[in-house]
T-cell receptor, first 115, second 117 residues
Framework: NAGVTQTPKFRVLKTGQSMTLLCAQD?????MYWYRQDPGMGLRLIHY???????AKGEVPDGYNVSRLKKQNFLLGLESAAPSQTSVYFC??????????????FGPGTRLTVL | DAKTTQPPSMDCAEGRAANLPCNHS???????VYWYRQIHSQGPQYIIH???NNETNEMASLIITEDRKSSTLILPHATLRDTAVYYC??????????????????FGKGTLLTVNP
């Protein structure tokens, strides 16, 4: 299994440009998440999904949109990138046992710089 | 989620046990203690979690005090590859009807463990 993969690994954008980050998992996990990590700070949840076709806001959702059209993929979109969105983005997935989430499996991250 | 307090850094000699402490004095009865680690530039990695009993897996042991106000993660034979930031996280077990806020992992600043040769 490849686990959780993220595309691209690095990206530089100009202010106002748009892009989509792709997260894919091959573990048949129900839950998927997008986090961002800024220097000196812990991870913060952007959006998450508890199943195909459903998404929900995390603690820092502004400026981002997501879609979960297929169970194995979770897309994070930036419609108009801003310098404040310069960060490392991590995707994660997990599977529920008895309907409850346990450990989350993380991808390698995408380093995004917005100039 | 209850807050956690960890030392900012610790050193350990290779081959020795690494004991990483965590204080979580405001933990609620339904909150679990999770440990993750993040090796430089990589995504976080789950290590172990527990509610009130001590837990052990192939990576580590988790010792939770009887009053649940603190815990210790033990790496029995630390190697150079165990050098990482270790995060102690307290949260309810997410999912089900527990609501959206329970899905997130709230990472603090963690403990930078440096394993020395």
């Amino acid at each position: 299994n490849a686990g959780v993969t993220q595309t691209p690994k690095f990206r530089v954008l100009k202010t106002g440009q748009s892009m989509t980050l792709l997260c894919a998992q091959d573990m048949n996990h129900e839950y998927m998440y997008w986090y961002r990590q800024d220097p000196g700070m812990g991870l913060r949840l952007i959006h998450y999904s508890v199943g195909e076709g459903t998404t929900a806001k995390g603690e820092v959702p502004d400026g981002y949109n997501v879609s979960r059209l297929k169970k194995q993929n979770f897309l994070l979109g930036l419609e108009s990138a801003a310098p404040s969105q310069t960060s490392v983005y991590f995707c994660a997935s997990s599977y529920p046992r008895g309907g409850l989430d346990n450990e989350q499996f993380f991808g390698p991250g995408t380093r995004l710089t917005v100039l | 989620d209850a807050k956690t307090t960890q030392p900012p850094s610790m050193d350990c000699a290779e081959g020795r046990a690494a004991n990483l402490p965590c204080n979580h004095s405001t933990i609620s009865g339904n909150e679990y203690v999770y440990w993750y680690r993040q090796i430089h530039s990589q995504g976080p990695q789950y290590i172990i979690h527990g509610l009130k009993n001590n837990e052990t897996n192939e990576m580590a042991s988790l010792i939770i005090t009887e009053d649940r106000k603190s815990s210790t993660l033990i790496l029995p034979h630390a190697t150079l590859r165990d050098t990482a930031v270790y995060y102690c996280i307290v949260r309810v077990q997410g999912g089900g009807n527990s609501g959206g806020s329970n899905y997130k992992l709230t990472f603090g600043k963690g403990t930078l463990l440096t394993v020395n040769p």
